[in-house]
């Protein structure tokens, strides 16, 4: 039996007027974007034509701001620990761009007097007073004390360093907030807990074989020193992600061979590789292509805040070699330099697909053509059910997302709610 849906939807696709684009970029040829690298080439040309199209791009830097207690003083050496954290969280993105491609590209970074800029901020109550669950409490602190020094906090990217941890010798307890509160492109806030053992340098080898008895949600626990770093320095960057607007993610099958996603578990293997216990953690093309844009990597301009509204002239699921297919073509006022597909299979015991739950999700990518047209190949296919979320990159720093639903059993694919979705995101489309 013929599903009525199908029929519905190959109608509208005959009824959109044949682009003339079409008949000029016959040479297009997809079998040439097959690679991450070759994705990369392209995406990086359509990203420079754009940047060279706008006028007033213009620097944007990450806000640090080191928090603490009004009763207490900021943790010992914490300037010189934290910009060599920093430094070195740059130096990762720069080389994990440089890895899949895309050049001498990395965060920007406030400086002052030759070193990173922390804005220092005084809590209104004591150290008693904050913990964990502390965050929009600490949160208005920090924005009320920006908005006096000149700044928006509203339009900023923030990663709040709270001084909230106490050190007696080798033993260390934290009550701090560790976690993203939510971002896009143009603003974004995360916190991190700041404690005197932590620098780029316990990241190395410990020729003196230093155990820690740190404490945080649970008991003392042992800690190494290179342990502790890679936890709490991988935190802080994997917590940066988010506030970069970046979400979990699983590597496919392909990327594990470079070792552990960044926004997946990488906060636990972050920096292992300098002690030879592994091969550390990495950015997956996905994070990166969403780096890329991002007006802290890439400066932003008078068209940052403009929105992109895309609309899919075109929309299309199928599986074949065992694999998924995603096709479609799109229409945007800011060009789409790519687009994502996070498959996000339903964990057990799951309502929904929580961010929280997201870790598994592995991310598939594709270049724009010249006729606006994208074809996505999702493959290490699992059973179960799963969401789907496609995401257009826009050159402004932007994302537009769209959700469909799938199962698979036995490898045998059902695709009617996502159908349905795709004809619901047709036809639902704002003219």
Known sequence: MLNPYSLIFTFLLLQLPASRGSQQNDSFDWANFSTQQEQAKYISAQLKRWNNETSDLSNKPLRVVYFHAKDRQPLKNHVERWDGILLDIQNFYRSEMRELS???VTISLEKENGKLKLHEIRGKEEDKSYSYKSGNKIRGEVFEALRAKGLNPDKETLLIVCGLSKTEDKKITIYSPYYGMGANHNRGICFTADMEWLSVNGLKPDPDKITLQVKEHRGYEPFTI??????YI???IHELGHGLSLPHNLATKKEAKRGTALMGAGNYTYRKEWRNQGKGSFLTHSSALRLLVHPLFNGESSKTTEAPNLKFRELKISHFKKQIRIAGKIKSDIPA????????RENKGQRGYMVNNNYDATSWTSVISPDKEFK???AD???GNHQIRLVAVHANGAVTTKRMHYSMNDETLDFTKANKEIMNIITGQKP
């Open 337 to 344: 330099i790519a687009m994502i597909a996070y498959n996000d």
């Open 376 to 378: 996505i190949n999702i």
């Open 381 to 383: 296919l699992r059973p």
């Open 226 to 231: 290179g342990r502790f770093n890679t936890v």
């Open 102 to 104: 895309y050049g001498e």
């Open 234 to 236: 991988g935190g802080t």
